[in-house]
């Protein structure tokens, strides 16, 4: 069964330092990757995809992840965090095979942001 | 298009009680999917649709709990009866996949339950 593990249920960075969000998953092949964010009180919103191709993907917001086969890990990364990007971030992944397969989210890393 | 739209935002009930949460999905999406969320165990799938079908209600947690979508712009999840260990925060989406797999996910704000 796939599975993700997110290793940081929170994380505190300050204001314009770099961000790295780890995601590790359980897949038989290459599976689908995805990044959600929740800001308190709203549903989740998707921030980036990977397919196939490129193993680096850029997302909205100035995110990016890469895609890394052979650590089975798919982290996210940003230059430089605003305070508007304290939120909950979610890695997810789905299956390939056959139709349609369902997505299976982490438990999430909670971001904070201090000045 | 609004979006995802769930109600009610909050509800508090007392443990015995029926709830039912509603959702529209994104006209013209075929897939619809209602989802847990708790600190314990994070974003947990409960049930999905296709088409107005279920396809994989594996992730309910037991019989108290039951979804119905009986057209393309409505479904229930309904709790009967309630107990304090379903508070958590309640989420709808859909996806317009076209039989595609893991297309976006589009969220509704979710229903935050508290039982009493």
């Known amino acids: 069964a796939q599975s993700v593990t997110q290793p940081d249920i929170h994380i505190t960075v300050s204001e314009g330092a770099s961000l790295e969000l780890r995601c590790n998953y359980s897949?038989?092949?290459?599976?689908?990757l995805f990044w959600y964010v929740q800001s308190p009180g709203q549903g989740l919103q998707l921030l980036l995809k990977y397919f196939s191709g490129d193993t680096l993907v850029q997302g909205i917001k100035g995110f990016e992840a890469e895609f890394k086969r052979s650590q089975s890990s798919f982290n996210l990364r940003k230059p430089s965090v605003h305070w508007s990007d304290a939120a909950e971030y979610f890695c997810?992944?789905?299956?390939?095979?056959?139709?349609?397969?369902?997505?299976?989210f982490g438990i999430g890393t909670k971001l904070q942001v201090i000045p | 298009d609004a979006g995802v739209i769930q109600s009610p935002r909050h509800e508090v009930t007392e443990m015995g009680q029926e709830v039912t949460l509603r959702c529209k999905p994104i006209?013209?999406?075929?897939?619809l999917f209602w989802y847990r969320q708790t600190m314990m165990r994070g974003l947990e799938l409960l049930i999905y649709?296709?088409?107005?079908?279920?396809?994989?209600d594996s992730g309910m947690p037991e019989d108290r709990f039951s979804a119905k979508m009986p057209n393309a712009s409505f479904s229930t999840l309904k709790i009967q009866p309630s107990e304090p260990r379903d508070s958590a925060v309640y989420f709808c989406?859909?996806?317009?996949?076209?039989?595609?797999?893991?297309?976006?996910?589009?969220f509704g704000s979710g229903t935050q339950l508290s039982v009493l």
């Open positions: 989406a859909s996806s317009g996949t076209g039989g595609r797999t893991n297309e976006k996910l589009f």
């Open positions: 006209s013209g999406h075929d897939y």
């Open positions: 997810a992944v789905g299956g390939r095979s056959g139709g349609y397969q369902k997505v299976t």
């Open positions: 649709f296709n088409n107005n079908v279920p396809i994989d």
């Open positions: 897949y038989g092949a290459t599976p689908y």
